[in-house]
């Protein structure tokens, strides 16, 4: 069954610190890992997507890194805001087509002063 | 703003009872995605609509359907609710399959039953 496992489940820093957050995954073969930013009672939305074929995207203070071969992925917060507040998602999906994206259950983030 | 609308924001019912959860997609996107995510549980896929028809099907229960109509919004109908169906409903959309292309989320509903 794939899998898409994150850590760790949860993490508090203080406000302007850095933290990186991890992605295994067992999808194969996949086309894109995503990292999304779910705030409390809200939609996710996209911080990242990334294929295959790509190490590293960056989205502001957000970085995103990527080992095919080890199947992991991280995401790298820098100078965190209270902001950054909120749950972090990995998805993988793969070149299947249809609907076939496989959720992680997210690392909850918060960051205080 | 991510361009899909999703109502009623909260819901709340009792056991028993059917419910419609609606939502508008982005203009221009053909693929409505529903989503339920219960509390401290990452999204479980529902179901798949694509210009009308249903493309895929996740982990729905029988109690629930949905549907995409000509104009493209979506509806999904929840039955015989239980208290286990308390949950966040996400409706997401995009141009085409998810797997390859960016996904929009709504706010979502958050469906309540006592």
């Known amino acids: 069954k794939n899998q898409v496992e994150q850590s760790p489940q949860s993490l508090i820093i203080l406000e302007g610190k850095n933290c990186t957050l991890q992605c295994n995954y067992t999808v194969s073969p996949f086309s894109n890992l995503r990292w999304y930013k779910q705030d409390t009672g809200r939609g996710p939305v996209s911080l990242t997507i990334?294929?295959?074929?790509?190490n590293t995207k960056s989205n502001g203070r957000y970085t995103a890194t990527l080992d095919a071969d080890t199947k992991q992925s991280s995401l790298h917060i820098t100078a965190s805001q209270l902001s950054d507040s909120a749950s972090y998602i990995c998805?993988?999906?793969?070149?299947?087509?249809?609907?076939?994206?496989?959720f992680g259950t997210g690392t909850q983030l918060k960051v205080e002063l | 703003d991510s361009g899909v609308t999703q109502t009623p924001k909260h819901l709340i019912t009792a056991t028993g009872q059917r419910v419609t959860l609606r939502c508008s997609p982005r203009s221009g996107d053909l693929s409505v995605y529903w989503y339920q995510q219960s509390l401290d549980q990452g999204l479980q896929f529902l179901i798949q609509?694509?210009?009308?028809?249903?493309?895929a099907k996740g982990n729905i229960l029988e109690r629930f359907s949905a549907q995409q109509f000509p104009d493209l919004h979506s509806e999904l109908n929840l039955s015989s609710l239980e208290l286990g169906d308390s949950a966040l409903y996400f409706c997401?959309?995009?141009?085409?399959?998810?797997?390859?292309?960016?996904?929009?989320f709504g706010e979502g509903s958050r469906l309540t039953v006592l």
């Open positions: 990334m294929t295959f074929s790509e």
């Open positions: 609509y694509y210009n009308g028809e249903e493309r």
């Open positions: 998805v993988v999906s793969d070149p299947g087509g249809g609907n076939k994206l496989t």
């Open positions: 997401a959309s995009s141009v085409v399959q998810a797997s390859s292309g960016e996904l929009f």
